[in-house]
T-cell receptor
């Protein structure tokens, strides 16, 4: 595809449910990032994948958050037992090794 | 004190105006400075990328970094309605992935 693709674009869920957010990076990009953007806030780093190296999970806010990446392709961000404070736009980005980031349009998550 | 401070605006200017957007930061270890533009319901896109202090110009856009004052700026000349967006500053110590972002400034350029 031409750019980073994220799905779904919008997700409404009830408090306590689990959600999965998907990211398809640009083909050939070895690095993949997840950021969170809360209303009125800057982007917060969540997790970073680079090739076959161990991911940097230092930005994940709690153990309810986890992410996986299959090789250098699709990544899934999972939030278990969602809380209202998890409501945000979740942005995925990919890049060639440590170069310019290309962001997707994000998933707007609303937890009721 | 947050690591990066950015006035969220909103900022409204007439078409053709010169726009000045600014960020201050507290971490003297930041070496790389970026400006991203984010249209509504879209992801951020990189506008300008600078290393250390100095100026960088790209068309109507000029980025300035003053490390001694921990202050960065983005100037937009001859602003256009298509420049209406949220502008986010971002910075990092040395690795591109752990960017620290400002909150963003919402700019509207009125025709």
């Amino acid at each position: 595809g031409a750019g980073v693709s994220q799905s779904p674009s919008n997700k409404v869920t009830e408090k306590g449910k689990d959600v999965e957010l998907r990211c398809d990076p640009i083909s050939g990009h070895t690095a993949l990032y997840w950021y969170r953007q809360r209303l009125g806030q800057g982007l917060e780093f969540l997790i970073y994948f680079q090739g076959n190296s161990a991911p940097d999970k230092s930005g994940l806010p709690s153990d309810r958050f986890s992410a996986e990446r299959t090789g250098e392709s699709v990544s899934t961000l999972t939030i278990q037992r969602t809380q209202q404070e998890d409501s945000a736009v979740y942005l995925c980005a990919s890049s060639p090794y440590n170069e310019k980031l290309f962001f997707g349009s994000g998933t707007q998550l609303s937890v009721l | 004190q947050k690591e990066v401070e950015q006035d969220p605006g909103p900022l409204s200017v007439p078409e053709g105006a010169i726009v000045s957007l600014n960020c201050t930061y507290s971490n003297s270890a930041f070496q790389y400075f970026m400006w991203y533009r984010q249209y509504s319901r879209k992801g951020p896109e990189l506008l300008m990328y600078t290393y250390s202090s100095g100026n960088k110009e790209d068309g109507r856009f000029t980025a300035q970094v003053d490390k001694s004052s921990k202050y960065i700026s983005l100037f937009i000349r001859d602003s256009q309605p298509s420049d209406s967006a949220t502008y986010l500053c971002a910075m990092t110590q040395g690795s591109n992935y752990k960017l620290t972002f400002g909150k963003g400034t919402l700019l509207t350029v009125n025709p």
